[in-house]
C-alpha cells in the first residue's frame, strides 16, 4: 500500500476530527454503572458455569480491541481461542498444576500473544509512510515494542469482554515456553499470557484485595 497523498491525509484527519466530535457529543463521559462494569466493581474470576461463549461475541470483543490506539498502529497482539477439549488438553500441558481446572472449565481460553514479525505489516497499518526500518534488523526493539503494545491491546481486550457482558480470568501461572512451542511452534508469535472467559460461578468469589489510595500511587512534579 503506498502513502496517502497530502490531500488524501489532509482529508482521513478531517474525516476523524468530525467522528470523534459526534462521539463525544453523543456520550461525554460514561456513567458510572458504565465504569462498574468494565473496572471498578469487576472481578477476575477461576470458576465457571457451562453457558457457553458464542463466537460472534468474540468477533465482536476483537473488533472493539482492534480499534484501541498502539504505537504507530502497529496492533502486534494476537489472539489464540482455545475451546476444544483436545485444544485445551494441550494447553494444560503448560499449566501450574492449581490452574489446570480454572482453565479447564472456562468456556474459552484465550491465548494473548504478539508478532514479533509485526512491523513487516506496517504498509497497511500505518499507510502514512514507511516506518518499517525502524524495525527491520533490530530484534531487540521489535520485541519490546510487540511485548508492550500486544500487552497494551490485551488490556483493551479484557475491558472490552467485560463491556459485552462476559467474565475474564487472566491468568500467568503457565509456561511460556511450552505454549509457544505447542501453539506456535515455526512462528513469530509468542505468548504472553493466559484470559478465561465465560459466564462466572460468583459463589466462588472472596473479597476484593485492595488497591492503593491516590496518594500512594501518584504524584506531581
Same mark, same amino acid.
Given at each position: 500500500m503506498t502513502a496517502l497523498t497530502?490531500?488524501?491525509?489532509?482529508? %482521513?484527519? $478531517?474525516? !476523524?476530527q468530525e467522528a470523534v466530535r459526534k462521539v463525544r457529543i453523543a456520550?461525554? /463521559?460514561l456513567d458510572d454503572a458504565a465504569i462498574d462494569l468494565i473496572l471498578?466493581?469487576?472481578?477476575?474470576?477461576?470458576a465457571w458455569t457451562d453457558r457457553p461463549v458464542p463466537r460472534e461475541?468474540?468477533?465482536e470483543i476483537y473488533e472493539i480491541t482492534a480499534n484501541g490506539p498502539t504505537s504507530m498502529n502497529c496492533c502486534p497482539?494476537?489472539?489464540?481461542?482455545?475451546?476444544? %477439549?483436545? $485444544?485445551? !488438553?494441550?494447553?494444560?500441558?503448560?499449566?501450574?498444576?492449581?490452574?489446570?481446572? /480454572?482453565?479447564?472449565?472456562?468456556?474459552?481460553?484465550?491465548i494473548i500473544a504478539h508478532d514479533l514479525d509485526?512491523?513487516?505489516?506496517?504498509?497497511?497499518?500505518?499507510?502514512?509512510?514507511?516506518?518499517?526500518?525502524?524495525?527491520?534488523?533490530?530484534?531487540?526493539?521489535?520485541?519490546?515494542?510487540?511485548?508492550?503494545?500486544?500487552?497494551?491491546?490485551?488490556?483493551?481486550?479484557?475491558?472490552a469482554a467485560r463491556a459485552v457482558?462476559?467474565?475474564?480470568?487472566?491468568?500467568s501461572?503457565?509456561?511460556?515456553?511450552?505454549?509457544?512451542?505447542?501453539?506456535?511452534?515455526?512462528?513469530?508469535?509468542r505468548s504472553n499470557f493466559l484470559v478465561n472467559l465465560g459466564y462466572a460461578d460468583e459463589s466462588a468469589l472472596f473479597q476484593k484485595l485492595p488497591r492503593f489510595p491516590f496518594d500512594k500511587a501518584c504524584k506531581f512534579v
Open positions: 497530502g490531500e488524501a491525509l489532509a482529508r %482521513a484527519r $478531517a474525516e !476523524a456520550c461525554p /463521559k471498578r466493581d469487576a472481578r477476575s474470576h477461576y461475541l468474540l468477533e497482539a494476537r489472539f489464540l481461542f482455545v475451546e476444544s %477439549a483436545e $485444544a485445551k !488438553a494441550r494447553l494444560a500441558k503448560s499449566l501450574k498444576a492449581k490452574n489446570i481446572d /480454572k482453565m479447564m472449565s472456562a468456556p474459552v481460553t484465550v509485526f512491523w513487516k505489516e506496517l504498509p497497511f497499518l500505518f499507510p502514512h509512510e514507511d516506518r518499517r526500518p525502524h524495525f527491520e534488523g533490530k530484534p531487540k526493539h521489535s520485541e519490546t515494542t510487540a511485548f508492550r503494545n500486544g500487552t497494551l491491546q490485551a488490556a483493551y481486550f479484557m475491558i457482558g462476559l467474565d475474564t480470568g487472566a491468568m501461572g503457565f509456561s511460556n515456553e511450552i505454549v509457544d512451542e505447542e501453539f506456535f511452534g515455526g512462528s513469530t508469535l
